[in-house]
Every structure is written in structure tokens, then in C-alpha cells.
């Protein structure tokens, strides 16, 4: 009996899971999928380069669609649903990852001391990344606010409030799913009148999806000073060179990538595959991948320590540095694309462990055990 044709956009991580499989995989870049080259496969797993709907699949035989993205605005899930094709999104797997970016942009941006002696931080949106981050920061000491219209319980550390003010807080950070229609659309949900209120002296952080804001939104933010930090852009893949080089801190849509959520994102969508393709497999231990100790120098300073440790993580200013001379040679889409396939993924907090030279005070355990951190 033949094997099932899977159809992966190229720049899928293909995990030892995933190879073990049952099937023949066909990678194709995400951008050159088209209806042709699905003909006779069974499956696709693609990313949010690839728009996924009738034109794409009509007539192909594609029984199951994943997507190694927590966003789904790229599928057209009503002809999914009305069409018997499987669906599922790797939501959530790159939650750690994205809070990692987050807490490096805030250190990174000096507003890690105010934020551990119980500064507000608000978030938009409260699904898995931010309740993810909600915690994290929490425990680190913020006070932490949500807009999330969506969500109807949240943790006994974290205020629900309106949107006008989660943008009064110091520090304000987008994570709301994209959606367009009603009750709660969120598409440019931060527009001129929204940037107004924004604190002067605030630093605004999005890592969620570039269409949450309009660009006339940022471009008020940083007239007002504002420190911006953006990874995700509502035009990308175009960035405007005139906003990159006015942004704090700018990074080509990478904040999840970490090599823990890239491995995730595909073992994310390997049960519902097995189960809408009839698989007979077994699933298998992916083996230790824990990751060599993070070295870090003591500098007798607990919160010098940690900043060493979330900059080093997060790695915002590094690769700020090097989208920002990518960019400075050529702005394409084609670019913006090379940068997200050829970045080298970063290490993650959740699941490490971090080696210091001398011993170590209750309060920095306190902070790595509310990371997820192993001190040895």
C-alpha cells in the first residue's frame, strides 16, 4: 500500500517525530505551494506565508491541513469545515519564546528594575501567550493588567480592565488573536486615537500580529516618544526603512522562534495528523534535548544578573542589529522571508538551566524558579 503524500512548506522543522511517520513528505517553499503541486497528496503542513483556501485545495484530495503557526487568518476555515478537511494550529507553542522576547525587550529597554519592584504591565490579549506572560511577570513582581474581551476567567494576580487602560501602563504589550469580525474585532485595533493613550514615557511592545495596529498608530507613538519595540509590522512582509529606524528595538517576526517552539510547532500537529490520515504508529520519546547550561558572570547584583539573562535569551539587540543591516541593503519581501528562514534559533528560559559562579541569593531563585529556570 502506497504511503500518504504530505505536502511541508520547507522551512518547517522536520522533528525526529515527524520523520518517524509512515509517509512520504514533500517540502516545497511556502511560497511556491500551489494547487498543482498538491495533486495526489493527502495532506499539507504549511505556515502563514501560504493562504490556504479553494483555490488552493480544490480538487487535490488534501484530507488534512495543519499549520505550524498559533495564527489561523491565513486558512479559510469555513471551506475547511464545509469541505471535510481536517484542520489544526500549533497554538500555544511558542508561548514561552514570545514572553522570552518580551521580558529581553523590556530589560533591553531599562525598564527591568521598574517592573520587578511592581510597575504595571498591560497586556492585550490573554490566551496562551499572555497568560503565559501574565504569570511570568507576575512573579517576578509586576502588576499586571489584561484587555481581553474574548476571556472570561483570569488569574487571581491579574486586573481585567478596559483597553484605554492597559495603554495607561508603563510598559504595554500586544498578544490578541486577529480577527476581523464582530463583536470584537481586533484587526487595527490600536489606531490613532488608542496610541493617544499611551503614556509619553511608556514602552510599547508588539510581538502578536503586525494588523493589530495601523502604521498611522505607530508612527503617532514615536512622535510622542514612545519607546516602540516591534516584531511584528502592519505592513510586513514590507517595513517602511523610515519606521525601522525610528523603532527602539525592530526584529523581522521572530519572537517565538526558539529551538523548543520550533520543534513544537511541528510535534504540535503530529496527533491530529496520525488520526485524520489512519496511521498506524506509535509514538516515540523524542529523546533528552535539553540544552547546554547558559554561563552567565556573576556580578553580585541580582537584577544585573537577570538582565545579563533575559538579554542573552531574548537576544533582541542582536538581532535588531542584524535585520537592521539586512534591511539597510534591501527591502523586499523576499528579505524579510530570508531573515525569519535563516535565523538561528535562540535557547529558552522554560526548561533551562543557568550556571553562576557563586551561590546564590533567595531573591534570584525566586526569579528563576518563576521562569522556569534550573540554577546548578
Request: proline share 4%.
Amino acid at each position: 500500500m502506497a504511503r500518504p503524500r504530505v505536502v511541508i512548506d520547507s522551512a518547517i522543522r522536520v522533528t525526529k517525530r515527524l520523520r518517524a511517520l509512515p509517509i512520504d513528505l514533500i517540502p516545497i517553499a511556502g511560497g511556491e505551494i500551489s494547487n498543482n503541486s498538491l495533486i495526489g497528496a493527502q495532506a499539507l503542513l504549511t505556515r502563514t506565508v501560504t493562504r490556504v483556501d479553494e483555490s488552493l485545495l480544490a480538487k487535490t484530495g488534501v484530507e488534512f491541513v495543519g499549520t505550524a503557526s498559533a495564527g489561523t487568518d491565513h486558512i479559510d476555515l469555513e471551506y475547511l469545515a464545509a469541505n471535510d478537511i481536517s484542520f489544526v494550529s500549533a497554538v500555544g507553542c511558542n508561548a514561552a519564546a514570545v514572553g522570552d522576547y518580551v521580558l529581553s525587550g523590556i530589560s533591553s529597554c531599562g525598564r527591568l528594575e521598574d517592573v520587578v519592584d511592581g510597575s504595571d504591565v498591560g497586556l492585550v490579549g490573554y490566551g496562551h501567550v499572555g497568560r503565559a506572560l501574565a504569570d511570568r511577570l507576575s512573579r517576578l513582581g509586576a502588576t499586571v493588567k489584561v484587555y481581553d474581551p474574548w476571556a472570561t476567567e483570569f488569574a487571581a494576580d491579574v486586573e481585567s480592565v478596559t483597553l484605554e487602560e492597559v495603554l495607561d501602563c508603563s510598559v504595554v504589550s500586544l498578544h490578541a488573536a486577529l480577527v476581523k469580525t464582530a463583536p470584537f474585532p481586533s484587526h487595527h485595533m490600536i489606531g490613532i486615537k488608542e496610541a493617544d493613550f499611551v503614556k509619553r514615557d511608556a514602552l510599547f511592545i508588539n510581538a502578536g500580529r503586525g494588523s493589530l495596529m495601523a502604521v498611522e498608530a505607530v508612527e503617532r507613538l514615536l512622535e510622542r516618544d514612545v519607546q516602540v519595540v516591534l516584531d511584528t509590522w502592519p505592513t510586513e512582509p514590507h517595513v517602511p526603512i523610515e519606521l525601522l529606524n525610528r523603532v527602539r528595538f525592530g526584529t523581522p517576526h521572530i519572537a517565538g522562534y526558539s529551538e523548543v517552539s520550533k520543534n513544537n510547532a511541528t510535534d504540535f500537529l503530529i496527533p491530529a495528523l496520525v488520526n485524520a490520515l489512519a496511521l498506524d504508529f506509535e509514538d516515540m520519546d523524542a529523546g533528552d534535548d535539553r540544552e547546554s547550561p547558559i554561563e552567565l558572570t556573576d556580578t553580585g547584583d541580582d537584577l544585573q544578573t537577570l538582565s545579563a539573562l533575559l538579554r542573552h535569551v531574548g537576544r533582541i539587540e542582536q538581532d535588531d542589529r542584524e535585520f537592521r543591516l539586512a534591511w539597510a541593503k534591501q527591502q523586499s519581501p523576499e528579505v524579510f522571508e530570508t531573515q525569519r528562514r535563516q535565523y538561528t534559533m535562540r535557547q529558552q528560559l522554560q526548561g533551562s538551566a543557568v550556571s553562576l559562579e557563586h551561590g546564590v541569593t533567595p531573591r534570584f531563585a525566586g526569579w528563576m524558579n518563576s521562569l522556569g529556570v534550573t540554577v546548578l
